[in-house]
């Protein structure tokens, strides 16, 4: 699949008209629990501004991370404590540590880095037969160094999915059977997953979504294809936000979709 593609299907689906509705649509009383408590958003983007997850790692780092990831100077080591940082700012070095200290013990992080970011700046989806000799990598630790690399790209957890997949449906019961047909080639390419215990990040099996966790090439291409989704709203309704202004607000928006399904 390749972007242009993405952005045929989300045309015939009627899907920009339906997120220009969307973006001014009010998310009120919102309990995200002890941390944050009750939230409420006036828009899509309200929720971009009211976004409090950065922790202690400032606007400055992010930028010297992305430095470092497309530098051709830098070193295995320089690369792995870079990759070792963002896991801990995303609070995910459990399970991708290992992956990231492989790649360095076998002196092929570095390579491996650069590869992935030529990978990010094609505009179609990776074939598996094509990398039969290659690993690519994906998980929740890895989606966060790809948006590192490459600012176009989506951090794509179960938060951002959810409230990504929750967009993509708004209009389904309105679609003609072509449609719904045209429909399931996009989400059949997308996942479905679950998140913390009790926090409703799943949408109905109807539609297409692939109910089980992202890895590999599959992950892989599900992290481009919900980032040209982003990127073809964006330049579809001329947009003045950045990439991560969309993900930072579909991962506040995605906390729990019980509590947000019943508007618009």
Same mark, same amino acid.
């Given at each position: 699949m390749t972007k242009n593609q993405v952005d045929t299907i989300l045309k015939s689906l009627g899907y920009y008209d339906s997120f220009k509705e969307l973006m001014n649509q009010t998310y009120l009383d919102i309990d995200y629990g002890k941390r944050l408590g009750v939230i409420s958003f006036d828009s899509i983007f309200e929720a971009d501004?009211?976004?409090?997850?950065?922790? &202690?790692?400032?606007?400055?780092? $992010?930028?010297?991370?992305?430095? +470092?990831? #497309?530098s051709k100077y830098v %070193? @295995?080591? /320089?690369?792995?404590?870079?990759?070792l940082k963002i896991f801990d700012w995303g609070n995910v070095l459990t399970g991708n540590v290992k992956s990231v200290v492989n790649l360095y013990e076998q002196k092929k992080l570095k390579k491996y880095i650069h590869k992935v970011t030529e990978l990010l700046t094609f505009q179609k989806t990776l074939?598996?037969?094509?990398?039969?000799?290659?690993?690519?990598?994906?998980?929740?630790?890895?989606?966060?160094?790809?948006?590192?690399?490459?600012?176009?790209i989506l951090i794509y &957890?179960?938060?951002?999915?959810? $409230?990504?997949?929750?967009?993509? +449906?708004? #209009?389904?019961?309105?679609? %003609? @059977?072509? /449609?719904?047909e045209i429909f399931q080639k996009l989400s059949n390419q997308l996942f479905n997953f679950s998140g913390a215990l009790g926090r409703e990040r799943k949408v109905a099996a109807l539609y297409g979504f692939k109910n089980q966790h992202p890895k590999g090439i599959d992950g892989f291409n599900a992290n481009l294809i919900s980032s040209w989704?982003?990127?073809?709203?964006?330049?579809?309704?001329?947009?003045?936000?950045?990439?991560?202004?969309?993900?930072k607000a579909f991962f506040m928006l995605g906390f729990d979709l019980k509590q947000i399904k019943d508007k618009g």
């Open positions: 501004h009211k976004y409090a997850y950065n922790g &202690d790692v400032g606007i400055a780092q $992010f930028q010297e991370w992305n430095i +470092i990831l #497309n %070193s @295995e080591e /320089q690369i792995l404590i870079v990759c074939e598996k037969p094509n990398f039969i000799n290659d690993t690519i990598l994906w998980s929740s630790g890895w989606t966060k160094v790809y948006s590192f690399i490459n600012p176009d &957890d179960s938060r951002v999915s959810a $409230f990504l997949n929750f967009t993509l +449906i708004r #209009n389904y019961n309105s679609l %003609s @059977e072509n /449609q719904k989704i982003t990127q073809c709203t964006k330049e579809r309704l001329g947009i003045n936000k950045s990439i991560r202004s969309f993900e």
